[in-house]
């Protein structure tokens, strides 16, 4: 049995993974899933990464789930605990001292321009996608602005899923990226930016295979 620290993505919350946690439970797993403090405007990306450290408490064999722009947080919370792996899910990859406003230029990202549905949530069932949208949050300025504070990648494995029919971090975008950045190949499944929405059974088994090895 694992725990997995599921690490919401930018504007989220832990409702965005109430569809993936019955799953992973149903399979034996442990899961804790937290509110980012993002409305907290003295709160950076250290004290994001300890709002979840202080929800795992003393657990053991964590494996950290981060979503979009939880890759900033996710690495931190690896270097705080005893994680077995980090899974990134259609995530950004901080680079050392890069802020994450910084991140957009660095990496070279362009926006379609699309609607925040058919960017985001195209194959998400209508009511979950319009909750969603209504649960949305704003970041405040200090996280988003402040260096990433790792001097490098913490010595734990990574994976990185990206999504085929990702609109926002678009497959070809993200597999340079990740080239770049971490010097892996990504792993990939079908559908858009919020597989743990549209295709939460297939998230969950793709990660309980990183566990057994079968991916």
């Known amino acids: 049995m694992a725990t997995f620290a599921l690490i919401h993505g ?3 919350s832990a409702w965005d993974w109430h569809l993936l946690e019955p799953e992973l439970r149903g399979r034996g797993h442990d899961v804790v899933a937290v509110d980012l403090p ?9 004290d994001y990464a300890d ?3 202080e929800a795992l ?31 990134l899910v259609t995530a950004m990859i901080p680079a050392p001292g890069e802020p994450p ?3 957009w230029g660095n990496t070279g990202f ?33 996280a988003m602005v402040e260096p990433w504070p790792l001097e490098a990648w913490p010595a734990v494995p990574t994976r990185f899923l990206l999504c085929r029919d990702d609109r926002f971090f ?4 993200m597999r340079r990226v990740v080239r770049d950045r ?10 858009s930016h919020a597989p743990m929405l549209a295709r939460p059974k297939e998230l969950a088994d793709r990660l309980e295979d990183y566990l057994t090895g079968r991916s």
Do not use: M, N, Y
Not at 38 to 46: F, P
């Open 10 to 12: 930018g504007g989220g």
């Open 101 to 103: 406003s910084a991140w």
């Open 51 to 53: 709002t979840v450290v």
């Open 170 to 173: 678009t497959p070809e975008f």
């Open 182 to 191: 971490l010097g892996i190949t990504p792993d990939e499944i079908d559908g």
């Open 38 to 46: 993002l409305g907290d405007e003295d709160a950076g990306l250290l």
């Open 110 to 142: 362009e926006q379609a321009e699309l609607d925040t549905v058919e960017l985001f949530l195209h194959d998400v069932p209508a009511e979950l996608a319009a909750e969603s949208i209504v649960r949305s949050r704003e970041h405040a300025d200090k």
């Open 57 to 87: 408490g003393d657990r053991r064999d964590v494996v950290v789930v981060a979503h979009s722009w939880g890759g900033f947080v996710g690495p931190l919370v690896c270097a705080r605990t005893r994680t077995e792996l980090l899974v």
